[in-house]
């Protein structure tokens, strides 16, 4: 029998193993940034299937979202007969959390889960240890353009989806529920700020380096510590990828707002 | 004339987490020559492949590369070690979103400066060399088991390794493809001086390309020498093996 002790102290080692292993996938990706092979095309398809194909996605979600806020704002402020500022309680909710922690899910969710299965099956399909036997750098190779792409689309989505929530909003709350257009913009305008914008673009690109880092760690070391790679260490890595980036993303959101309000 | 070995395995121990699957693995690799690593499945082949190629590291005991030892390589050194060699893995490791050709010139376009055209030919010289040069822009879904295989062995001869490991030639491929394959194993050998090292468990195509044996069994080696020495070893696991003696345990 083991001792409990002995399984406590080999579950410690694990995590602190892993901890370092993960720190170590990072510092490898940045290093990949001046590594060969060149990095231009292989980001550039990156960022069509992070960014573009996200494009549709991130907008449905925001102009609902928009939409929602307006509807919920409206009739929340004009108890108060202070419905002249849904355009800034649409505009702030959305510029400073809604907007980077949608578009990060969003993300997490459609490519993040689609990064972490490709890596998983290059990983068990010993494509990744092809690479390494033809002396390729694995992390400058696959990891370090999904990594720039990710931080240049994020923040680009991040935008997208606060411009197309706020016409979502102004749709509903102009449109529907009748606010003054001119009070909804003055509004809104009145109130975000540079430091709502750049609180915006710090939490989009934090979460950019944590969806890529989750997601692609999981799947390079899908199977790898259980020993045995088959389709459902893929699995596995793909669901705990979405998992982790997604709660990662949502607990980096609380910290960075404490930190910049 | 005394033959040189490029490769000694001294003591060699591994585990993977708190299970020990090797178990002092002593033998040595000779240049220029076939050695084929045999064994059941499950008797520690490809954990051996895996530390021979530095896919796994040395822990006790060691791996001495023209009297290095590999456990102890830096990045650098093991970078410079894989540049000597070519892999052949069982799945063939092809890149499922890449062409024929631009999997086979992934080292050349990555690792030099030689021009595009220039890499272009090069791949086709070595497709050609597997009998793939028809299907080069081909998707690896497109291909056979065999087909992968063989331009998995097109990619591990791009960069004309020094020595070439290959993983299981012949397991799940027809008869005459496996015969081209060990037929273009023996050329390797013959027209490049190639050394080749094949982990393998089919006892036909073992001692047809074999020039050493090594035969494996619980992760220890039971023996190994000349393919008639094995033949006629005395050890009885051996000639189960080599007898196909169902073990009756199973």
């Known amino acids: 029998m083991v001792n409990p002790v002995q399984s406590l102290g080999a579950y410690a080692l694990g995590r602190v193993f892993s901890a370092g292993r993960l720190g170590m996938f990072f510092i490898y990706t940045i290093r990949g940034i001046v590594r060969p092979p060149g990095k231009f095309w292989p980001t550039v398809k990156q960022i069509e299937f992070i960014g573009t194909k996200s494009l549709l996605v991130i907008g449905f979600t925001a102009a609902f979202t928009g939409m929602v806020l307006a509807l919920q704002g409206y009739h929340t402020l004009t108890k108060f007969g202070s419905e002249g500022w849904l355009g800034s309680a649409v505009g702030l909710s959305l510029i400073r959390e809604l907007g980077p922690v949608l578009s990060a899910l969003m993300v997490t969710g459609r490519a993040g889960s689609a990064t972490a299965a490709e890596i998983g099956i290059m990983r068990i399909e010993e494509q990744i240890d092809a690479l390494e036997c033809m002396a390729i750098d694995p992390f400058s190779y696959l990891i370090t353009p999904r990594f720039i792409a990710s931080m240049v689309c994020l923040p680009l989505l991040t935008a997208f989806c606060d411009v197309v929530g706020i016409f979502g909003g102004f749709i509903i709350g102009v449109g529907l529920l009748g606010v003054n257009g001119g009070a909804f913009w003055d509004s809104l305008i009145s109130s975000v700020d540079w430091g709502d914008l750049y609180m915006g673009l710090v939490k989009s690109v934090c979460f950019s380096i944590l969806i890529v880092w989750v997601c692609t760690y999981k799947g390079f070391y899908a199977g790898v510590d259980e020993g045995s790679f088959g389709p459902e260490q893929v699995g596995r890595a793909t669901t705990n990828a979405v998992v982790m980036a997604s709660i990662a993303v949502l607990i980096s959101d609380y910290v960075i707002t404490s930190i910049l309000l | ?250």
Request: overall charge neutral; aromatic content about 6%; glycine content about 8%.
């Open chain 2, 1 to 250: 004339m005394s033959i040189e070995n490029i490769i000694e395995i001294r003591g060699l121990n591994s585990s993977y987490n708190s299970r020990q699957v090797l178990f002092d693995i002593s033998f040595a690799i000779p240049k220029h020559q076939v050695t084929v690593i045999m064994g059941v499945s499950g008797c520690g082949k490809t954990t051996l492949f895996r530390h021979l190629t530095g896919l796994k590291r040395t822990g006790a005991g060691q791996i001495m590369v023209d009297g290095q030892d590999l456990g102890v390589f830096s990045e650098n050194m093991l970078m410079q070690y894989r540049r000597r060699i070519g892999v052949l893995f069982q799945s063939g490791a092809l890149f499922n979103s890449l062409s024929l050709i631009q999997n086979i010139a992934i080292p050349l376009k990555v690792l030099t400066t030689v021009r595009s055209e220039e890499v272009r030919n090069l791949a086709l010289a070595k497709l050609e060399l597997v009998g793939l040069a028809e299907f080069c822009d081909y998707m690896p879904s497109q291909l056979s088991g065999g087909m992968k295989k063989r331009a998995g062995l097109a990619r591990a001869l791009i960069m004309d390794p020094e020595i070439l490991f290959v993983d299981e030639p012949s397991s799940g491929l027809d008869p005459i493809t496996a015969a081209g394959l060990d037929r273009l194993i023996l050329s390797l050998r013959q027209t490049h001086g190639m050394t080749v090292v094949v982990v393998t468990h089919e006892l036909e195509s073992a001692f047809k390309i074999a020039d050493e044996i090594v035969v494996m069994d619980n992760g220890r080696v039971m023996a190994a020498g000349l393919p008639e020495e094995i033949r006629n070893s005395v050890n009885p696991r051996v000639r189960q093996f080599l007898s196909r003696e169902p073990d009756p345990r199973i």
